[in-house]
T-cell receptor, first 112, second 110 residues
């Protein structure tokens, strides 16, 4: 079975631009969470979605938004990109609202 | 804000040596996970511990959850080059908004 998939794998943007990252959870998983991992640090929680509803939000500005689709895939949007948004963006899925999370390979975003 | 402090931050050892990584917090967690992450990849779950005092073994890796569920340790026996990576602990409090530790970067030299 396929694991969590994310696209694109790498992305280069300039300051002020907008970006959309995509995540497909493991088949049957209904929860998707997004994390930001800056080089050399542990992942920081951004959002969690379960059954298409936002169930948790981390300490990130309103420039960050997300949604979950009826097929449980998810998109993370970041507006007005800043240099500090450069990071590895990780998506994790789990079967239910709670439980073990399985991570995708991440999307590496570079903002110039 | 819940914080998970890991120590050491960096560890470089020779193949065959033993090591222990610590994960400490002032908060109580309902569960704690350990992940290993390799460059350019997402974290891979190694183990989940949920009961205070619980010990789990995974081949040469031994994980322990503190009695008060505020801390955990990961012990590796006879480290191998394949153990090289970033080790992350992550604490949950019943929901998916888990808190990750600061990470321990391990290098095992052949």
């Amino acid at each position: 079975d396929a694991g969590v998939t994310q696209s694109p794998t790498h992305l280069i943007k300039t300051r002020g631009q907008q970006v959309t990252l995509r995540c497909s959870p493991i088949s049957g998983h209904k929860s998707v969470s997004w994390y930001q991992q800056v080089l050399g640090q542990g992942p920081q929680f951004i959002f969690q979605y379960y059954e298409k509803e936002e169930r948790g939000r981390g300490n990130f500005p309103d420039r960050f938004s997300a949604r979950q689709f009826p097929n449980y895939s998810s998109e993370l949007n970041v507006n007005a990109l800043l240099l500090g948004d450069s990071a590895l963006y990780l998506c994790a899925s789990s079967l239910l609202n709670q439980g073990t999370q399985y991570f995708g390979p991440g999307t590496r975003l570079l903002v110039l | 804000t819940q914080l998970l402090e890991q120590s050491p931050q960096f560890l470089s050892i020779q193949e065959g040596e033993n090591l222990t990584v610590y994960c400490n917090s002032s908060s109580v967690f309902s569960s704690l996970q350990w992940y290993r992450q390799e460059p350019g990849e997402g974290p891979v779950l190694l183990v989940t511990v949920v009961t205070g005092g619980e010990v789990k073994k995974l081949k040469r890796l031994t994980f322990q959850f503190g009695d008060a569920r505020k801390d955990s340790s990961l012990h590796i026996t006879a480290a191998q080059p394949g153990d090289t990576g970033l080790y992350l602990c992550a604490g949950g409090r019943g929901y998916q908004k888990v808190t990750f530790g600061t990470g321990t970067k391990l290098q095992v030299i052949p």
